[in-house]
């Protein structure tokens, strides 16, 4: 007997257990799949700084770099963006065939069965690299490699299932695709209609148990030309014949596409973009129950199974993408400020353009860093969920307003599309990687806070599981341990976010970390801040929490900023704390620092238990909301970055594609290039007052070769600043131009079905 347990922590436990708002299947599905990482020592409020620097960096295998720089390049090579968005609506017969010969489609399948057998870190840098010169095939790559039946095979098949069907995967002779959004569910897949009923039928000659499906299926990548599609529907069995439930939840099967009943081909345009993606359809299509990816022991398990792989998969695909928007978007923008003149001087003096430039090099740096660090967990074994659900919501929402930023400064010449304009496909893919894989919307109100809250807060889900045992004895057991561990944790957070937010985080902890060990103070400080406001939230509202979206947003920001704040100090360790990239470095922890106080602000604001509310601004931001971003003179720096040839502009856009041809890019490096080395002699014409330089030679102003040099620059960048302008037949109607292509859309008008 416990006088504590008993008689202290019963009442509590008994009011616990009445208030606790029940979870669904499917929410505790979610909540449970992956693990917790550095997220749980943010969430504890004092970060183990010596752990985060400990972490391994994320590295290539010889072999891995060998393919980043052979087959990859040699892939980038063939690849004109232009005329398969324009004129092959799709990726030509001999890429298609280039990408399954070097086994693309297989870089995560095991060498055992195949395929390359390439670290998460491997397959983040393929496809950031890829993405740099083509959005559609960086997507057609990205996709087999991430949620899909080669990531759920791995986990979750059969030794026979994996035997047979992983081989294909790799070498390309299937073509896979995952079905997972129907029209009528959207985000939310517990709603799906989709529907698979157990049943007897016939399949290859002989009557089996199988599964008897209907489904609709929309927005599905490679959907159009996929030979293998993994299904998720919801299982029934009316007929009780493998067990006594009716419904047995979301199940996940392999479909081959040539089955009787399944229709695909027709395709989406997804923001003009033209990777394969498309609709798909199945009526009355039966396969044994041995098609169920894990086998009979698997039904009712999808779920489960797809919220585990997406745990990892959201944290590679999309960040690396928008990794390389960003980079991309960092290089070409500084080099086109750098070369572009308005009223005499080049675009880049003017601080209307440094700014956004700042931001776009800033973001460049931010992104690249927590996708390293989360890479590095991935190639750990970790599958941190929160973290990947961090990863893809800001990766995918920076990238964005980086590509605005760059829209803004190339002003026309990002607007006028065809062959040189090389921004203007990366600005129409955004929406794309904004709502796939988890709405943004959804992801920043529900899933950030909503999911870390339990999983990485140090107590909270063992106080959770304790409630819920059905023994009630051992429940109380277990939740008497918790829960006093929590207060004890909540008062010391109380004390220590007091103690740092009034000091300013003057004694918080930080490693000695040269010009960097304030900003880790800084993270200290805010960490336990969070800690105490996220426990004072879950006390005060409890389940009404995940209703309070807003709320739940703000503290989501909070986490994710710490998070990739993280990332940014792990990065400059990692390369050597390199002096010349400090001006970056500063502007995220600037840029951050602003976005968390003015959160908290907003916290302390609309909390609805005001006297709680008011508490917790005395403790933490007595004096207001006082960081104002980064200051001109790190704006400044920031862009700096960018502007001209260094280690620095190397080391924040690195690896990305660059092919010696006629296109936009080609043509920029070149021009940038050759105005920075003639920047010299440019400065003397100006001085004398010359605007010619043949005269500036004759009067001995500069010399002959400075001169050459100048007009070399002149003519790459007067290449840089053309547009591309079309012939009127070359726009006309396409039904003008061809009576087949006339007849194809007019048969494509009367078959079209709503999708």
Sequence with gaps: MSFRRDYMTKPIFSWARGVLPTMSDTEREALEAGDVWWDADLFTGNPDWSKLLAFAPAQLTDEENAFLHGPVDELCKMLDEWKINWEWRDLPPEVWAFIKAKKFFGMIIPKEFGGLGFSPYAHSEVV??????????????MVPNSLGPGELLMRFGTKEQQDKWLPRLASGQDIPCFGLTSPEAGSDAASMIDTGIICKGNFEGREVLGLRLNWHKRYITLGPVATLLGLAFKAYDPDHLVGNEDELGITVALIPTHLPGVSIGHRHLPAMQVFQNGPNWGKDVFIPLDYIIGGQERLGQGWKMLMTALAAGRGISLPSLSAAGAAYAARTTGAYARIREQFGISISKFEGIEEPLARIAGTAYLLDAARRLTCAALNEGHHPAVISGIMKLHATERMRIAIDDAMDIHGGKAVIDGPQNYLGGLYRSVPVGITVEGANILTRNLIVFGQGAIR???????????????????GLTAFDTAFWKHVGHSFA???????????????APAPDAGDATEFYRQLSRYSSAFALCADMALLTLGGALKRKEMLSARFGDILSELYLLSAALKRWQDEGRQKEDIPALEWCMASGFKTIENRFAEIFANLPNRPVAWLLKFLIQ?????????????????????????AARDRLTPDLAFVEDDGGIARLEKAFRLVTEAEDAAKQLRAARLHDWREAVKKGVITEADGEKLAAAHDAVAKVIEVDDFAPQALSPIYKKSADVHQFFQELGEQRAAS
């Design 622 to 646: 007595p004096f207001g909301a006082r960081v104002t971003g980064p200051s001109d003179r790190i704006v400044h720096l920031c862009a700096q970055l960018v502007l001209s040839p260094s």
């Design 456 to 474: 990485a807060h140090p107590y909270l889900l063992q106080e959770m599981n304790a409630l819920g045992e059905p023994d009630r004895d051992k």
């Design 493 to 507: 957070t109380m004390f220590r976010a007091w103690g740092r937010s009034w000091s300013f985080g003057l004694f």
């Design 128 to 141: 950031r690299k890829i993405s740099s010169r083509s959005l559609t095939a960086a997507v057609t790559v």
